[in-house]
């Protein structure tokens, strides 16, 4: 169901814990910035791109896209000012290409995701290893900002 997962210091569930919680971190960080003039820094089609760059490249951190059943990792480079995300699939670089809505309460047109498969199953791995990261030792904060991340990162939200 997932379509990113951002991993910091490994490759298992505490890892992951914290790749989303820098991710939620980062996003909330990223939203917040404005230009002098007080406009937004970041336009909002363009803060996911910028989440995945930042994460990879300022955070250490290593983030997997999910196509079809397989992940692969995310590159993230830099050509021509412009930030490139790509994954390799069968040795062909694949841009990955995000496309973002934001929400206006004025326009009274709601936009909404479903799972892209119908059978869901609501005893999958990563839910209940959410439930039981929740339930652990961490810092409030730090669920918090997980809590954050994995809504940003999941598509059945």
Known sequence: MSVFR???G?????????GTAIAGEVFG??????????????KSGQIYEELIFTVIKDKGCVVEYNKDGQN???KAVKAGGKKILYYE???EELPIDLKVVQDDDDDDIIYMVVPFKRNVDFTAGYLSDAVGKLDGNDPLNEKKKFLFGMLLLKRCR
Not at 10 to 18: H, I, K, L, V
Not at 30 to 42: S, Y
């Open 10 to 18: 490994g490759n298992d569930y505490d890892a992951e814990f914290r």
């Open 72 to 74: 692969f990792p995310v």
């Open 89 to 91: 699939m069968n040795g």
């Open 29 to 42: 960080d990223l939203w917040k910035k404005t230009k002098p003039n007080g406009k937004p820094a970041i």
């Open 6 to 8: 951002i991993f910091k």
